[in-house]
T-cell receptor
Framework: DAKTTQPNSMESNEEEPVHLPCNHS???????IHWYRQLPSQGPEYVIH???SNVNNRMASLAIAEDRKSSTLILHRATLRDAAVYYC??????????????FGSGTQLTVLP | EPEVTQTPSHQVTQMGQEVILRCVPI?????FYWYRQILGQKVEFLVS????????KSEIFDDQFSVERPDGSNFTLKIRSTKLEDSAMYFC?????????????FGPGTRLTVT
C-alpha cells in the first residue's frame, strides 16, 4: 500500500471543528483512502473512507483533493471523546485477498475543554 | 450493535510457555485478522484468515504462531513458545469480506505480558 504522511499531533478546543490532514502523493488510481482512529486503551475503529469524491457520515467528513494527493478528515464539532490517534490508510481496491491494514504512526488529537 | 469480543483481557505467561488468545468475530463476517501493538509502537498486521485458511501473513507471523477457527464462532491465535518480545496488545478484527472498503471491526484487545 502507498505511504501516507500525517502530523504527529494536533490540538483542538472542544466543540470546534478539527481538520486532520494526510498527504499521499504516491496514491494510485485504485487506492481507497481510509481513516481509522484508536481511542486510549481500545482497538482501532473505522471512521470513514473515500475514493475520489468528498464523503460524509455520522462521525466525520472526508475531503479529498482533486489530484487525490492529499485528504482531510473533518470532525465538525470535536468532543473530549474524540481524543484519539487518527490513522490515514490507503488500500488498493484491486488487492483482492490482501485486505490487511497498514498502520502508520497517525496523528494524536488532543481535545481541550 | 454487534461487536468483536476477545478473551482474556490480560494474560501473563512465562517465557517459553504456550498461550492461546481467543476471539469471537461478528457472526456474519467472513474475514478474520490478528494485529498486535507493542507498547508505544504502531499497530502491526499479523495474519488474515478466510475460508478456513490463512489468506495473508506478515513476516512477524513465523512458525511460532498459528491460527485456528475451531468451531463456528471462535477464532484463536496460538503462540507456541512465548518470548519476551511477544509482550504486546493483540487485537482481533473481522470484516464481511465484500468488495473493498470492507470495513474492519476490532475487538478490545488482549494484553499479553511475557515474563
Amino acid at each position: 500500500d502507498a505511504k501516507t504522511t500525517q502530523p504527529n499531533s494536533m490540538e483542538s478546543n472542544e466543540e470546534e471543528p478539527v481538520h486532520l490532514p494526510c498527504n499521499h502523493s504516491t496514491i494510485s488510481g485504485t487506492d481507497y483512502i481510509h481513516w481509522y482512529r484508536q481511542l486510549p486503551s481500545q482497538g482501532p475503529e473505522y471512521v470513514i473512507h473515500g475514493l475520489t469524491s468528498n464523503v460524509n457520515n455520522r462521525m466525520a467528513s472526508l475531503a479529498i483533493a482533486e489530484d487525490r494527493k492529499s485528504s482531510t478528515l473533518i470532525l465538525h464539532r470535536a468532543t473530549l471523546r474524540d481524543a484519539a490517534v487518527y490513522y490515514c490508510i490507503l488500500r488498493d481496491g484491486l488487492a483482492g485477498s490482501a485486505r490487511q491494514l497498514t498502520f502508520g504512526s497517525g496523528t494524536q488529537l488532543t481535545v481541550l475543554p | 450493535e454487534p461487536e468483536v469480543t476477545q478473551t482474556p483481557s490480560h494474560q501473563v505467561t512465562q517465557m517459553g510457555q504456550e498461550v492461546i488468545l481467543r476471539c469471537v468475530p461478528i457472526s456474519n463476517h467472513l474475514y478474520f485478522y490478528w494485529y498486535r501493538q507493542i507498547l508505544g509502537q504502531k499497530v502491526e498486521f499479523l495474519v488474515s484468515f478466510y475460508n478456513n485458511e490463512i489468506s495473508e501473513k506478515s513476516e512477524i507471523f513465523d512458525d511460532q504462531f498459528s491460527v485456528e477457527r475451531p468451531d463456528g464462532s471462535n477464532f484463536t491465535l496460538k503462540i507456541r513458545s512465548t518470548k519476551l518480545e511477544d509482550s504486546a496488545m493483540y487485537f482481533c478484527a473481522s470484516s464481511t469480506g465484500t468488495l473493498l472498503p470492507d470495513e474492519q471491526y476490532f475487538g478490545p484487545g488482549t494484553r499479553l505480558t511475557v515474563t
